[in-house]
């Protein structure tokens, strides 16, 4: 009797879920006996203990962390099924969502692997870490691991080390990226590319055959850091005359920023403050009272700059906000997904807003009809100036759709202007 293979997963965006659906697939296809694909919200850890075989896969959160859903499953199995090892003789392999921009990358397949062995588990082989969206060449990676999964369980493949875990680098070829493209510049725009992806699916390796480098030799290379200046120094000296330049170029910068710290502190005793307000970064220098912050209030020009039935996005990067004129009103949205506050694009050819964190997707108006947003993004309080007749907005007052806000408007303004 073929062995019984439960697939569990959390997800946040939906990518995780798509791996969880592509490794499927694949179990499938090589003829395992797939019992099961299931969210973790859906089960108990003791569900665990029935199959032969075990897959589970969530997203890295918060900072290298476990997945909000997830976390409890985690502290489950932590109580219940370490004492007394009670996934002993369980075969199972761990995949994961990361996320390069974040500095503890795709831990989650540690995480997870780590407890599993202390369950008493065993890991088949190599953790696989899915960045951000899934391509075709990512799918047809994970259809592969789950058919190479059933092999190794069945003995008709070799059992796969699952340490060193995957890099930077494995991430990429998993998405068919030849990572040293990446590193020339070509993949600019980061992991999901188009371009890229399509030029580097051709030279990728095999799905299944990614072996990873050293971790601590790879060397990788940051996509966003600007390395040039730094490259053309150590190629023209010595490594004990760079450490010494160095040295000194610390001591230069350091003893810069002290005195510049000394004399802010000594004409600005209340000292500095940067974060974020209103979606816009800010900093304040000397007295706490004193913020120097974009100004909420802005105006827009004039209503008759703005064309009926379009979606005007030319205040996207310098205020984050939408306008969208009708025959009978004018109104103004901000750019924030009510999911985590990553800024939608409006995708013209799909007559929609998508976020390009979780996929969130919205109308032309802000209301969320897919992905994990759980409610409309806002729209600005607007009015008209009759001083010149322009458009003022105010980011600082905001209207909430699910709280029937979006119909306090008139000629006077409010979350919209009538015509
Ligand atoms: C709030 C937040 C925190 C994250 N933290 C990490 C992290 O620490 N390390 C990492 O590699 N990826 C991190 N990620 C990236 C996610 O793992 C990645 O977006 C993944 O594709 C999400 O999967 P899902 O669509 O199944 O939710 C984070 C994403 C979000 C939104
Ligand atoms: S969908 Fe998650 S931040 Fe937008």
Known sequence: MAKSILIVYSTGGGNTKNSAEAIAEGV????????????????????????????????????????????????????????????AGKQCAVFAGCDRAYTIFGNAVDMIEDRLIECG?????????????????????HKKWGHDFVKRINGEMPKQPHIPRMNHDDADRVKGIDPASRKKGAAAGGAAGAGAVKAAVKDAKAPGTVRPKPEAKAA???????????????????????????????????????????VAVFFFPGGWQVGVAHGQPYFTIGSPNVLFEPPTKFKIGTVDQYQIGKVDTRWQTRYRIWVVREPSKIYVGLLLCTHLGCTPDWKESESKFKCPCHGSGYYLDGVNFE??????????????????????????????????????????GGAYIAL
């Not at 953790?127 to 990512?138: D, F, M, P, R, Y």
């Not at 458009?391 to 006077?412: F, L, N």
Request: glycine fraction near 10%; hydrophobic fraction near 30%; proline fraction near 6%.
């Open 28 to 87: 499938k296809q090589a003829g395992g006996n797939l019992v099961g694909i299931k969210n973790v919200t859906e089960i108990t850890v003791d569900e665990l203990t029935k199959p032969d075989c075990i897959l589970i896969g969530e997203p890295t959160w918060g900072d290298g962390e476990h997945y909000d859903d997830y976390l409890p499953f985690d502290n489950n199995m932590k109580e219940r099924l370490v004492p007394g090892k009670k996934l």
């Open 121 to 141: 588990a065993e890991i088949m082989q190599q953790g696989v870490k899915q960045e951000l969206e899934h391509n075709e060449a990512s799918l047809a990676f």
């Open 220 to 262: 990788v290379i940051p996509y966003k850091t600007t390395i040039a200046p730094a490259r053309t120094f150590e190629r023209k000296f010595s490594k004990s005359e760079i450490a010494r330049r160095r040295f000194i170029q610390a001591g230069t910068y350091g003893s810069i920023g002290v005195i510049s710290a000394a």
């Open 371 to 412: 992905g994990p947003a759980p409610r409309p993004m806002e729209h600005c309080d607007v009015r008209i100036d009759p001083s010149d007749g322009q458009i003022i907005v105010d980011k600082g007052k905001r209207y909430r759709s699910d709280k029937g806000e979006w119909e306090s408007g008139s000629v006077q």
